[in-house]
T-cell receptor, first 113, second 118 residues
Framework: DGGITQSPKYLFRKEGQNVTLSCEQN?????MYWYRQDPGQGLRLIYY???????QKGDIAEGYSVSREKKESFPLTVTSAQKNPTAFYLC????????????FGSGTRLTVV | AQKVTQAQTEISVVEKEDVTLDCVYE???????LFWYKQPPSGELVFLIR??????QNEISGRYSWNFQKSTSSFNFTITASQVVDSAVYFC???????????????FGKGTLLTVNP
């Protein structure tokens, strides 16, 4: 079955470390997105990519970086510059036109220890 | 700028009650899409419905129904005869379709936590 796989499900980071969250999709979707969710908040857009080798900053890109070397993969790196990285991170993808809505992964919960 | 407001932070009902989740949106675009997603405790967002701005027909799917009213910029979601399995966070979201582009990024409300008690 097609879908989005995010790994790991839980991730612990020490202060000052960079960590990378994985997002892989086998839906042949063109666009991919990273959202951050904090308790009591909606989802906020970090980065998005509409095609391979191209990506755009979202509303809260500071302290994050991404790459899109393959259509199937859109990894997110949380850098040491991100001062408050503890959150739930969701990856999503969609086809060229959002006929059926976006597809989301199951998320990665990042905790700074 | 686009904005989605879900004024109800938490709702608690007893099983079999009907419940309506409110969603009000703001957009300057004439072409846009509205969505509802369900987020169970597992965390994954489950797509429920997509509605485009040109289709104001209400929709019913089993116990779920949606009332889209452009005049009041609202897209409310009703669960009839609620069940314990309906307990989740529900998000309303808006996607504009800017001319000449295909961004379609989603703007989410803050969500409504629905608890259905047995």
């Amino acid at each position: 079955d097609g879908g989005i796989t995010q790994s790991p499900k839980y991730l612990f980071r020490k202060e000052g470390q960079n960590v990378t969250l994985s997002c892989e999709q086998n839906l042949n979707h063109d666009a991919m997105y990273w959202y951050r969710q904090d308790p009591g908040q909606g989802l906020r857009l970090i980065y998005y990519s509409q095609i391979v080798n191209d990506f755009q900053k979202g509303d809260i890109a500071e302290g994050y970086s991404v790459s899109r070397e393959k259509k199937e993969s859109f990894p997110l790196t949380v850098t040491s510059a991100q001062k408050n990285p503890t959150a739930f991170y969701l990856c999503a993808s969609r086809p060229h036109k959002p006929r059926g809505g976006y597809t989301f992964g199951s998320g990665t919960r990042l905790t700074v220890v | 700028a686009q904005k989605v407001t879900q004024a109800q932070t938490e709702i608690s009902v007893v099983e079999k009650e009907d419940v309506t989740l409110d969603c009000v949106y703001e957009t300057r675009d004439t072409t846009y899409y509205l969505f509802w997603y369900k987020q169970p405790p597992s965390g994954e967002l489950v797509f429920l419905i997509r509605r485009n701005s040109f289709d104001e027909q209400n929709e019913i799917s089993g116990r779920y129904s949606w009332n889209f009213q452009k005049s009041t910029s609202s897209f409310n979601f009703t669960i009839t005869a609620s069940q314990v399995v309906d307990s989740a966070v529900y998000f309303c979201a808006l996607s504009e379709a800017p001319s000449g582009g295909s961004n379609y990024k989603l703007t989410f409300g803050k969500g409504t936590l629905l608890t259905v008690n047995p």
